[in-house]
């Protein structure tokens, strides 16, 4: 499912849409107070011996984070999302065969996971997790979820390891109660958020931002509002001049509401699914960067982890780490 739109780097709108009571800053920083992160044991399931989806970095994520002293109050275990919740952004009748572990097996092949009972309670609490974090961040200035970033999922279907689009769900479900206007998602996985496009594409108050490896999967794009693909191989000097350039202006020009950033760490010169080359260093100043960013404008922030793949997950669970200690810096002491 392809929608027509203008080539990648090109947005969808000439010029974003101004909103005309922009103002900065609308909620003060709260230094002090230790970020939020949501997580729940359905986060990892059980796949098959072999599987390549590096399931195990969830467990390896939330026992890093406790090391850390990241979660000083214990993590918050959210509610998995409802079928009418999920409905609000795909297909009822996926959704049911999702939860009734019943995919068709060629959907379930475009997922790349095998989507039994375990696999459908783990997305349902991704999506759960995503919605209660950002509940968290609009009170509290910064949360995160420790799972989420499932971009790929469409709205008939999903893909790429993806089953539910959290991202989607939770930025429909908090416009639709009123506690948001517009939003902004910035996806800095490597791969380009097209299943977020899709779900996305009647909310012009919800703004994607994806900036990926423009050669890497999925093939055929689903056109954001603004994509930008670059070049294999590129470094971290170079992807966070890119950065710098394009997100500040975007943050004043749509003064929005709350950001929903995916911190996927598969823009890593050693992850096995990307074609970018930013290092550890390169990934915590990119995390950096969004979050002072996003909040020196008073702007609410939602941190997922997105992608990161391999076969250490320990490894790759310390890069998804890197965005959560991102943020208790930004609170500081």
Known sequence: MT??????GVPRYKDPPARADARAPRRPRRPGVTPPIVYHPAYQASLPEGHRFPMGKYGQLAARLTERGLVPAGFVTPEPASAALLGLVHDPAYVAAVLAAAVPRAIEREIGLPVDAGVARRARASAGGTLAAAR???AQGLAGSAAGG?????RAQGAGFCIFNDVAVAARALQREGAIGRALVV???????DGTADCLVCAPDLFTLSIHAEKNYPVRKIAGDLDIG???????????????????PLLDALAP???????GVDPHRDDTLGR????????????????????????????VIGGGYGSDAAAIAARHALVFEAMAAEAGP
């Open 3 to 8: 929608r027509a739109g203008p080539p990648l």
């Open 136 to 138: 968290l961040a609009l």
């Open 150 to 154: 499932s971009h790929h999922a469409r």
């Open 187 to 193: 996806d800095c996985d490597v791969h380009q958020g």
């Open 230 to 248: 670059l070049a294999d191989g590129l470094g971290d000097a170079a992807y966070l001049a890119v950065l710098a350039g394009r997100l500040p």
């Open 257 to 263: 509401d709350l950001v929903f950033y995916n911190a």
């Open 276 to 303: 970018l080359a930013l290092t550890d260093a390169g990934l915590a100043a990119r995390d950096r960067f969004v979050i002072a960013a996003v909040r020196a404008r008073g702007i609410p922030l939602v941190a």
